[in-house]
């Protein structure tokens, strides 16, 4: 089958390598130049510079990746030819076998789902995480597995056809991805189609305390299970309570609250999930404390990349310097702007300007580099205040991923509170 996979970085070119495993033959397209070379390097057909439509003729199948809009050219014109277009998720999920665990939402998704292969793995499954956490599905297919647990974004759902998790799991919802999606209305009906395939055999698990996630899932015709607080929070020897847990943040206690049913719905054993929660500790760039220095604390929120995680990461604190900014995704910043525990904003990035505008009476500071940030947020902060990265934006105006971002934040605290 001729194949034309749109986009070739982490899940494009795993796609490619899978089609190529079974047989395909791929042209791989990428505007990027340096992607078409790494393409190329990997022995397949590549083609980069301007969309021309004429790649289509004699394509029988397009894969997408999940950083190319849905309205881009290169789909609507796939789309206008007739031609099938999936996501990565449903091109990988054909050539599995084995059940899939599927966790979407707008915050905790990573955390989420590899709490949830950890946990089957302690009980003894052979079971891999894998989807938006990095590691793409295609790179995972005709291995023997007993689950996989999938992180799918609102992208790759938005491109799926067959994609049948026997277990999906959706955790909150808000504003997210406008400028891919145009709406929150088609930003919600893409994670909605989590549960589309699903039947009488599988479970749907929902966090009952979000209305938005309550009326996504209200059409589902499959079990579900609340794990808010309703039925399935205590299940043998496991008591899915906050006071059962390692963390005093409730965002996280929801993660391990949905972790934990989750994983016992697919098969883990009590003791398992009990080991795994534990032994939790949150991963690098999600809250993670940097240092303490005169009793301020500096804490690396990196991966909140949209308004509602930087909100409730900003409410887990009682005084807080916020810096905060970077590329907007069409999302209202107005909150970030406005969280009533924070005392100064430092404003970095494109978005800077509009945050500023909306700041009201919340001092503010702009600045031009995380150096700068942190120098003016190291001058405000006191002792029992937390000096919080936790941008509410994307990084890539000034980053090539809230990673980098996170560690030239930490760099630059440690720089000056180190070596200053």
Same mark, same amino acid.
């Given at each position: 089958?001729?194949?034309?996979?749109?986009?070739?970085?982490?899940?494009?070119?795993?796609?490619?390598?899978?089609?190529?495993?079974?047989?395909?033959?791929?042209?791989?397209?990428?505007?990027?130049?340096?992607?078409?070379?790494?393409?190329?390097?990997?022995?397949?057909?590549?083609?980069?510079?301007?969309?021309? #439509?004429s790649l289509l003729i004699g394509i029988e199948l397009v894969v997408v990746s999940p950083?190319? #809009?849905?309205?881009?050219?290169?789909?609507?014109?796939?789309?206008?030819?007739?031609? #099938?277009?999936?996501?990565?998720?449903?091109?990988?999920?054909r050539h599995l076998d084995a059940p899939l665990i599927a966790i979407t939402g707008t915050n905790g998704k990573t955390t989420v789902t590899a709490l949830v292969?950890?946990?089957?793995?302690e009980s003894g499954l052979r079971a891999i995480a894998a989807g938006n956490i990095g590691l793409a599905l295609s790179d995972v297919a005709g291995g023997t597995w007993d689950a996989v647990a999938v992180e799918a974004s609102s992208f790759q759902l938005r491109f799926i056809e067959s994609f049948h998790p026997s277990v999906a799991?959706?955790?909150?919802?808000?504003?997210?991805?406008?400028?891919?999606?145009?709406?929150?209305?088609?930003?919600?009906?893409?994670?909605?189609?989590?549960y589309e395939n699903q039947d009488n055999g599988d479970v749907l698990i929902f966090n009952g305390h979000d209305p938005d996630v309550v009326h996504l899932v209200r059409g589902a015709g499959v079990r579900k299970v609340d794990f808010s607080g309703g039925a399935g929070l205590d299940r043998g020897d496991v008591h899915i309570s906050a006071d059962a847990f390692p963390v005093d943040d409730e965002a996280f206690v929801a993660d391990l609250r949905a972790a934990a049913i989750t994983a016992l719905e697919a098969g883990a054993?009590?003791?398992?999930?009990?080991?795994?929660?534990?032994?939790?500790?949150?991963?690098?760039h999600r809250?993670?404390?940097?240092?303490?220095?005169?009793?301020?604390?500096?804490?690396?929120d990196s991966k909140a990349t949209n308004p509602h995680a930087a909100v409730t990461s900003a409410r887990s604190y009682s005084s807080v310097v916020l810096i905060a900014g970077g590329r907007n995704k069409g999302l209202d910043l107005t909150p970030v702007a406005n969280v009533e525990t924070v005392r100064h904003?430092?404003?970095?990035?494109?978005?800077?300007?509009?945050?500023?505008a909306a700041a009201g009476q919340t001092p503010h500071t702009t600045v031009s580099s995380m150096e700068e940030a942190v120098a003016i947020a190291d001058e405000i902060a006191t002792s029992g205040d937390t000096v919080l990265l936790a941008p509410g934006c994307t990084s890539w105006d000034m980053y090539p991923s809230y990673a980098a971002r996170g560690d030239e934040f930490a760099e630059m605290v440690r720089k000056r509170k180190e070596l200053g």
């Open positions: 089958m001729r194949t034309l996979v749109l986009g070739g970085a982490v899940s494009g070119s795993a796609a490619a390598r899978l089609a190529a495993r079974i047989g395909y033959r791929v042209t791989v397209y990428d505007a990027n130049p340096a992607v078409v070379q790494s393409a190329l390097a990997e022995g397949f057909s590549a083609v980069g510079g301007p969309w021309d #439509p950083g190319i #809009p849905e309205r881009a050219d290169p789909i609507t014109d796939a789309l206008e030819e007739g031609l #099938p277009v999936w996501s990565e998720l449903e091109f990988a999920s292969a950890d946990m089957l793995k799991v959706v955790l909150n919802l808000a504003p997210d991805h406008l400028d891919w999606h145009r709406s929150f209305a088609a930003y919600g009906a893409a994670k909605a189609r989590i054993v009590p003791a398992a999930v009990e080991k795994v929660i534990r032994n939790f500790h949150t991963g690098p809250r993670e404390l940097v240092g303490t220095w005169d009793g301020v604390f500096w804490v690396n904003l430092v404003l970095i990035g494109e978005s800077a300007p509009e945050l500023a």
